[in-house]
């Protein structure tokens, strides 16, 4: 399972919660894959996924997250994909 953050250079709220969510998403799910997306490097990629805020939050290539969700929220998504309800 991949999990993307989408987010822009120098957003504080982005960088502030990039390590929990990190943190939950590895706790969850055995062998997550981690990926922080630059939007300036990947702007065609973001817009393909629908992306309108930043940041964002993207679980196998599709936008789950428009908005940055909590740690317990992004566990439960990726506890819930992995057939652990």
Do not use: N
């Not at 702007?43 to 679980?59: F, H, R, S």
């Not at 789950?64 to 998504?77: G, I, K």
């Amino acid at each position: 399972m991949k999990v993307e953050l989408i987010y822009a250079p120098g957003c504080a709220k982005c960088m502030t919660a990039k390590v929990d969510l990190r943190a939950a998403a590895e706790a969850a799910v055995a062998g997550v894959e981690w990926a922080e997306v630059d939007v300036l490097d990947a702007l065609d990629y973001a817009i393909e996924l629908g992306v309108l805020t930043l940041p964002a939050l993207a679980i196998d290539g599709s936008l789950v997250f428009a908005a940055l969700p909590s740690p317990t929220q992004l566990r439960d998504e990726l506890l819930r994909r992995a057939g652990h309800d």
